[in-house]
C-alpha cells in the first residue's frame, strides 16, 4: 500500500461539510503547499536552510509592510495638530534605530573578533 501524502491529514482536521464550501483553489494550494514541502525533504540539507532563510525573510518583510501601512490607518489628528505632528517622525525614528542597533553589532562584532569594528575599508 503506498504512503498517503503528508498533506492527507488536512482532511482529518476538517469535516466533510466544511471541505465542500471551501475554494476548490484554496484546497489545491494548500495541497500544492505540502507537495512543495515533501519535494523540499528530498532536498540537501544546505538548500533547506537556504529556503529556510529566504523564506522567513519574505515573511518578516510582509509583517513589516503591513505593520507600517496600519501607522495611519484611522487616525485622526487632535485639534492642536501642529504640535502632534510636529513631535512625530517616524521614519527618522526608524533610521536613527537602524543606526543605533547597526553600532551596536559593530561593536559587539569588534569585541569578539577585534578589528571587526572598522565600518569602512582603511584608505592605505
Known sequence: MARKPRWWCLFRLFSLEFVKFVSPLVLYLIMAFFDYLEQLRKKPVAYRKRVAFFGSVALTVLIFMIWLSTWSAGTVPPADSKDFWGDLKPIEEIK????????????AG???????????PSAN
Not at 578589528?115 to 569602512?120: A, Q, V
Open 110 to 120: 569588534s569585541d569578539l573578533f577585534g578589528g571587526f569594528g572598522s565600518s569602512s
Open 96 to 107: 536613527n534605530s537602524t543606526v543605533s542597533f547597526y553600532s551596536s553589532v559593530v561593536k
